[in-house]
């Protein structure tokens, strides 16, 4: 019996060095795992960390290039001047430059050049500092030598083309750019040492790098000394200035780690515990199992419960973890990899790697070849076709396995990185190409000019086509920009419908979009292309409810006629679509050589118009409107005047048109409302003043606002203030307009309509709109005595008049036949040259003076 005991013990298996190893194993890939994923983390968060920086330059150097690059194009329309090199070349104009606001103080104030100066090799003639004109010399603002830059540019072979050099201004970094002052009219080539040099200095101040930080998504975009720069801040030199341009980088990678390793950390501590926890119970066992035989079955459940953690622990990692043999191929995928990719893992089981995943810059293969056990996990960007065919991209880590000094496989983690790439390509696609119609930006264009247009006189004849819209405007502000984003998108879509592939449209920005036409340059075939353009522009726009009419002007410019300069090309496009417009919109014109003074006479006016509205240089004069029968003067109609300081005195039609295609005509029409209730103050009674509102006041401006202020300020009574509103204001925005005019109503003001019977709606309008008067327009009035159907709609007129209870007056009148038959037709009131000419401020008092006195020595 002892005998049988002993033989029992001594058969009994000793398990306990067994579940050591195991227990040593386990935890050894426990901790592998741990390490993998936590170098992952690491490694990601170092990926994202650096394309921070690389994304943070990018945008940065972007900022500083697309700046430079504006203010290039700015000075080349300042230099390729004829006017500017009459006025500059030799003793400077000062009085034109800066007195006249050509080269003055609004360069500052408007375009934030903090120095404008005029030099030459030797002295500097011209000299505007923060917009106030200086004797002083260029050099002692400025940290660099100029005679250099003088040289560089009269030698080099295209004249047109600025410099931009970085320099310090008054101690501050700034960008300098220059170029020499040149005549853009036919005559002969002058001669480069002969030319003054126009430099324009862009001081990089921190409100404008604040404002460029913002247009780029840049955070903090500030200057730093190249001294103070930290180690690995992403920085854009500014050569010798000993500045450099940065911003505050996000760290999205360290915001990551800082999210995620606490809960991490905590799971992990879990993790331990419960593995520790096991560990314990498995050598507990183990030692149960060496007492007693029994307990045998029980050990072994409990090994298999701890590789069912393992295996749990894998396959709940985010990224799909893989091993392969010493021949590469595929011994285990986790379960993460079905989710990814849809495959089964037992379809790519025994499959060489390489079959699955490609790199398109080194063989997977080699790459592996080069890993060794003591580097850290090494990353390659590899592809792969999804279960549904489709293009993926991951992030592939791997490490060798080390078995007796010999590698016998490899094993790491795939994360799947598509939509970074997605991304990438975005953002790549995004700086060429318009956000909302996805047509080619100014970059792309450029790009493909200077590319088109290379081989200049052997290059393929181009036509560059400048398309603006017509009336969008209105639409965008009545409707709101999602309205005015459809517009876009439907134009966008018909452009590319009217060009061939070969053909490019790109969009500028606003309603400006361009079609350069390749291989094409008869005017036949052009003007066919613009008539067909056009028709389909002019198709309506459904958008809701809303049927959208626009149009377009087009103006046309040639490379085998204008030249091979991409720059120039678009110009003279410009200038021939300023053409255009100017003459009725809805067609298209060839660019010209004598536009160029057209636009130079236009700019002149303007920048004259624009003084003379800060100046108030305007007057106003005053035209009585009569009772019938001549006696008794009614209102009195304001009509402004400009008096030009060179030009003299200038009626309306010589610059109002002017100001409705600018800004000018709210401050404009604005002054005529106040001086007009200023001086209707001090005229007797209840005499009204009536005051004319342009179409364009109130598509720019809240005309009711302008006028309550107006009236508020000058105390002038409401009652006694007439508003003249043409037909146009309601063709622009029916429901728009009916809302302002109730508005003006309720302040209290009286509303004519004025040149009535002009339009092809005007009757329903005065059922719609609230109209107090009406004027007949003067040509019915001038043709009255010689057409039968003429007097005919004049009386038709009156007695629709009368029976809205309307007053109405007819304007025009220089006869007294006229004011005769206006009598008998019971006409209420007339205005005109037989009654009253237009008269200025002291006339019109004294005239009422002498009616007054008049008045007195009847009664």
């Given at each position: 019996?002892?005998?049988?005991?002993?033989?029992?013990?001594?058969?009994?298996?000793?398990?306990?060095?067994?579940?050591?190893?195991?227990?040593?194993?386990?935890?050894?890939?426990?901790?592998?795992?741990?390490?993998?994923?936590?170098?992952?983390?690491?490694?990601?968060?170092?990926?994202?960390?650096?394309?921070?920086?690389?994304?943070?330059?990018?945008?940065?150097?972007?900022?500083?290039?697309?700046?430079?690059?504006?203010?290039?194009?700015?000075?080349?329309?300042?230099?390729?001047?004829?006017?500017?090199?009459?006025?500059?070349?030799?003793?400077?104009?000062?009085?034109?430059?800066?007195?006249?606001?050509?080269?003055?103080?609004?360069?500052?104030?408007?375009?934030?050049?903090?120095?404008?100066?005029?030099?030459?090799?030797?002295?500097?003639?011209?000299?505007?500092?923060?917009?106030?004109?200086?004797?002083?010399?260029?050099?002692?603002?400025?940290?660099?030598?100029?005679?250099?830059?003088?040289?560089?540019?009269?030698?080099?072979?295209?004249?047109?083309?600025?410099?931009?050099?970085?320099?310090?201004?008054?101690?501050?970094?700034?960008?300098?750019?220059?170029?020499?002052?040149?005549?853009?009219?036919?005559?002969?080539?002058?001669?480069?040492?002969?030319?003054?040099?126009?430099?324009?200095?862009?001081?990089?101040?921190?409100?404008?790098?604040?404002?460029?930080?913002?247009?780029?998504?840049?955070?903090?975009?500030?200057?730093?000394?190249?001294?103070?720069?930290?180690?690995?801040?992403?920085?854009?030199?500014?050569?010798?200035?000993?500045?450099?341009?940065?911003?505050?980088?996000?760290?999205?990678?360290?915001?990551?780690?800082?999210?995620?390793?606490?809960?991490?950390?905590?799971?992990?501590?879990?993790?331990?515990?419960?593995?520790?926890?096991?560990?314990?119970?498995?050598?507990?066992?183990?030692?149960?199992?060496?007492?007693?035989?029994?307990?045998?079955?029980?050990?072994?459940?409990?090994?298999?419960?701890?590789?069912?953690?393992?295996?749990?622990?894998?396959e709940a990692a985010s990224d799909w973890i893989w091993e392969i043999d010493g021949e590469g191929h595929i011994t285990y995928l986790s379960g993460?990899?079905?989710?990814?990719?849809?495959?089964?893992?037992?379809?790519?089981?025994g499959q060489d790697i390489e079959q699955l995943l490609y790199c398109d810059t080194t063989p997977i293969a080699l790459w592996l070849g080069t890993?060794?056990?003591?580097?850290?996990?090494?990353?390659?960007?590899?592809?792969?076709?999804?279960?549904?065919?489709?293009?993926?991209?991951?992030?592939?880590?791997?490490?060798?396995?080390?078995?007796?000094?010999?590698?016998?496989?490899?094993?790491?983690?795939?994360?799947?990185?598509?939509?970074?790439?997605?991304?990438?390509?975005?953002?790549?696609?995004?700086?060429?190409?318009?956000?909302?119609?996805?047509?080619?930006?100014?970059?792309?264009?450029?790009?493909?000019?200077?590319?088109?247009?290379?081989?200049?006189?052997?290059?393929?004849?181009?036509?560059?086509?400048?398309?603006?819209?017509?009336?969008?405007?209105?639409?965008?502000?009545?409707?709101?920009?999602?309205?005015?984003?459809?517009?876009?998108?439907?134009?966008?879509?018909?452009?590319?419908?009217?060009?061939?592939?070969?053909?490019?449209?790109?969009?500028?920005?606003?309603?400006?979009?361009?079609?350069?036409?390749?291989?094409?340059?008869?005017?036949?075939?052009?003007?066919?292309?613009?008539?067909?353009?056009?028709?389909?522009?002019?198709?309506?726009?459904?958008?809701?409810?809303?049927?959208?009419?626009?149009?377009?002007?087009?103006?046309?410019?040639?490379?085998?006629?204008?030249?091979?300069?991409?720059?120039?090309?678009?110009?003279?496009?410009?200038?021939?679509?300023?053409?255009?417009?100017?003459?009725?919109?809805?067609?298209?014109?060839?660019?010209?050589?004598?536009?160029?003074?057209?636009?130079?006479?236009?700019?002149?006016?303007?920048?004259?118009?624009?003084?003379?509205?800060?100046?108030?240089?305007?007057?106003?004069?005053?035209?009585?409107?009569?009772?019938?029968?001549?006696?008794?003067?009614?209102?009195?109609?304001?009509?402004?005047?400009?008096?030009?300081?060179?030009?003299?005195?200038?009626?309306?039609?010589?610059?109002?048109?002017?100001?409705?295609?600018?800004?000018?005509?709210?401050?404009?029409?604005?002054?005529?409302?106040?001086?007009?209730?200023?001086?209707?103050?001090?005229?007797?009674?209840?005499?009204?003043?009536?005051?004319?509102?342009?179409?364009?006041?109130?598509?720019?401006?809240?005309?009711?606002?302008?006028?309550?202020?107006?009236?508020?300020?000058?105390?002038?009574?409401?009652?006694?203030?007439?508003?003249?509103?043409?037909?146009?204001?309601?063709?622009?925005?029916?429901?728009?307009?009916?809302?302002?005019?109730?508005?003006?109503?309720?302040?209290?003001?009286?509303?004519?309509?004025?040149?009535?019977?002009?339009?092809?709606?005007?009757?329903?309008?005065?059922?719609?709109?609230?109209?107090?008067?009406?004027?007949?327009?003067?040509?019915?009035?001038?043709?009255?005595s010689n057409s039968s159907n003429d007097r005919a709609v004049v009386q038709a007129i009156i007695n629709l008049g009368k029976a809205m209870g309307?007053?109405?007056?007819?304007?025009?009148?220089?006869?007294?036949?006229?004011?005769?038959?206006?009598?008998?037709?019971?006409?209420?009131?007339?205005?005109?040259?037989?009654?009253?000419?237009?008269?200025?401020?002291?006339?019109?008092?004294?005239?009422?003076?002498?009616?007054?006195?008049?008045?007195?020595?009847?009664?």
């Amino acid at each position: 019996m002892d005998f049988a005991a002993t033989t029992t013990r001594s058969n009994t298996p000793r398990h306990t060095p067994i579940t050591r190893r195991l227990v040593a194993a386990v935890g050894g890939l426990f901790v592998l795992g741990v390490l993998v994923a936590v170098v992952a983390l690491f490694n990601i968060a170092r990926q994202l960390d650096a394309q921070d920086v690389r994304k943070n330059f990018f945008y940065t150097e972007r900022a500083v290039e697309n700046r430079i690059t504006a203010s290039k194009n700015y000075i080349t329309s300042y230099t390729y001047w004829t006017t500017a090199y009459e006025h500059l070349n030799g003793e400077v104009d000062v009085q034109w430059a800066y007195a006249d606001q050509n080269m003055g103080k609004t360069l500052f104030t408007n375009d934030g050049y903090e120095g404008v100066f005029v030099i030459d090799r030797e002295r500097t003639k011209y000299a505007v500092v923060r917009g106030q004109h200086q004797q002083t010399d260029a050099r002692a603002h400025m940290d660099m030598p100029l005679e250099p830059l003088v040289d560089q540019l009269q030698a080099q072979a295209d004249l047109t083309a600025p410099a931009v050099r970085y320099t310090l201004f008054e101690g501050w970094p700034a960008i300098v750019t220059a170029s020499v002052i040149l005549p853009n009219d036919e005559r002969p080539r002058v001669a480069p040492q002969g030319t003054s040099v126009l430099v324009f200095v862009d001081q990089l101040t921190h409100v404008k790098l604040r404002a460029l930080g913002q247009n780029y998504g840049l955070t903090d975009l500030h200057l730093v000394k190249d001294s103070e720069l930290a180690p690995g801040q992403p920085a854009v030199p500014l050569d010798s200035t000993g500045y450099s341009l940065v911003s505050r980088l996000e760290r999205p990678g360290q915001h990551l780690l800082w999210s995620l390793l606490p809960p991490l950390g905590g799971a992990l501590l879990i993790l331990a515990l419960l593995t520790a926890y096991f560990f314990r119970y498995a050598l507990r066992t183990a030692r149960q199992v060496d007492a007693s035989y029994d307990s045998l079955e029980r050990s072994t459940q409990a090994l298999e419960a701890s590789e069912e953690r393992f295996r749990a622990v894998a396959e709940a990692a985010s990224d799909w973890i893989w091993e392969i043999d010493g021949e590469g191929h595929i011994t285990y995928l986790s379960g993460r990899f079905g989710t990814v990719t849809g495959f089964s893992d037992r379809q790519w089981l025994g499959q060489d790697i390489e079959q699955l995943l490609y790199c398109d810059t080194t063989p997977i293969a080699l790459w592996l070849g080069t890993l060794t056990q003591e580097q850290s996990a090494s990353n390659l960007r590899c592809s792969y076709r999804d279960h549904s065919g489709q293009l993926r991209f991951c992030r592939v880590s791997a490490r060798p396995i080390i078995d007796k000094a010999a590698v016998v496989g490899y094993r790491g983690t795939a994360s799947d990185i598509t939509d970074e790439v997605a991304a990438h390509a975005q953002v790549q696609h995004l700086s060429l190409h318009d956000a909302l119609t996805g047509l080619p930006n100014r970059n792309k264009l450029a790009r493909y000019l200077d590319d088109a247009l290379l081989a200049k006189e052997h290059a393929p004849p181009l036509t560059l086509l400048m398309v603006d819209l017509d009336n969008f405007k209105p639409i965008n502000d009545s409707l709101g920009h999602p309205a005015g984003d459809a517009v876009l998108l439907e134009v966008a879509q018909r452009l590319r419908d009217c060009t061939r592939e070969q053909d490019l449209v790109a969009r500028l920005g606003g309603d400006e979009f361009v079609v350069v036409l390749s291989g094409m340059e008869h005017t036949t075939e052009i003007d066919r292309f613009c008539e067909r353009l056009i028709g389909s522009l002019q198709q309506p726009i459904h958008y809701e409810t809303h049927s959208l009419h626009i149009g377009a002007s087009i103006g046309i410019a040639v490379s085998r006629r204008q030249g091979h300069v991409p720059g120039e090309l678009i110009r003279c496009a410009d200038i021939a679509l300023y053409q255009a417009k100017s003459e009725g919109k809805r067609t298209w014109c060839y660019f010209a050589s004598q536009m160029n003074d057209q636009i130079q006479h236009r700019r002149q006016l303007e920048s004259d118009l624009r003084q003379a509205v800060r100046q108030h240089e305007f007057v106003l004069h005053f035209q009585p409107r009569y009772t019938v029968d001549g006696r008794d003067i009614v209102a009195v109609e304001a009509l402004v005047r400009w008096q030009h300081p060179t030009q003299g005195l200038l009626g309306p039609d010589a610059f109002i048109p002017l100001a409705e295609q600018t800004d000018l005509i709210v401050p404009l029409s604005n002054w005529v409302l106040r001086e007009a209730c200023e001086t209707a103050l001090s005229w007797p009674g209840e005499l009204m003043v009536s005051v004319n509102l342009s179409p364009a006041q109130f598509e720019r401006s809240d005309v009711v606002e302008d006028v309550r202020r107006v009236l508020i300020e000058t105390r002038f009574p409401a009652s006694r203030l007439e508003l003249e509103i043409t037909e146009n204001v309601m063709l622009n925005d029916v429901d728009g307009a009916l809302h302002t005019m109730n508005a003006l109503k309720e302040l209290g003001v009286r509303l004519n309509m004025d040149d009535f019977g002009t339009g092809y709606s005007s009757l329903g309008y005065l059922r719609t709109y609230p109209f107090d008067g009406i004027k007949i327009d003067k040509r019915f009035i001038a043709s009255m005595s010689n057409s039968s159907n003429d007097r005919a709609v004049v009386q038709a007129i009156i007695n629709l008049g009368k029976a809205m209870g309307l007053t109405v007056t007819a304007e025009g009148v220089e006869t007294l036949a006229q004011l005769g038959s206006l009598g008998s037709d019971q006409c209420h009131e007339v205005q005109g040259y037989f009654l009253s000419r237009p008269i200025d401020k002291q006339a019109f008092a004294h005239l009422l003076q002498d009616r007054q006195a008049l008045s007195k020595t009847g009664s």
